[in-house]
């Protein structure tokens, strides 16, 4: 067997060997769903109303000059 197959080979095992683990590692239940549902903040009241749409007036109030910030040249 060439060194290049073996190389192969080894690499292949130590993918499916990562592989294996992951899959074991994230199946396994350890409980950390129940932890996790008691270290929750408890629930906060909250109050609910309809949203209205309406105008609000606007009103602009100015004293001043008023200068143009660019003008466009022409030839």
């Known amino acids: ?4 197959a073996k190389a192969l080979a080894a690499g292949a095992g130590l993918l ?3 592989g294996l683990a992951l899959v074991l590692y994230f199946s396994h239940d350890s409980g950390a769903k129940e932890k996790s549902a008691a270290r929750q903040a408890p629930a906060v009241p909250v ?8 105008n609000v007036p606007f009103q602009l109030a100015a004293i001043g000059n008023v200068e143009a910030f660019s003008t466009p040249w022409r030839r």
């Open 47 to 54: 109050a609910v109303d309809l949203a209205l749409q309406r």
């Open 1 to 4: 067997m060439s060194i290049r």
């Open 16 to 18: 499916v060997a990562a």
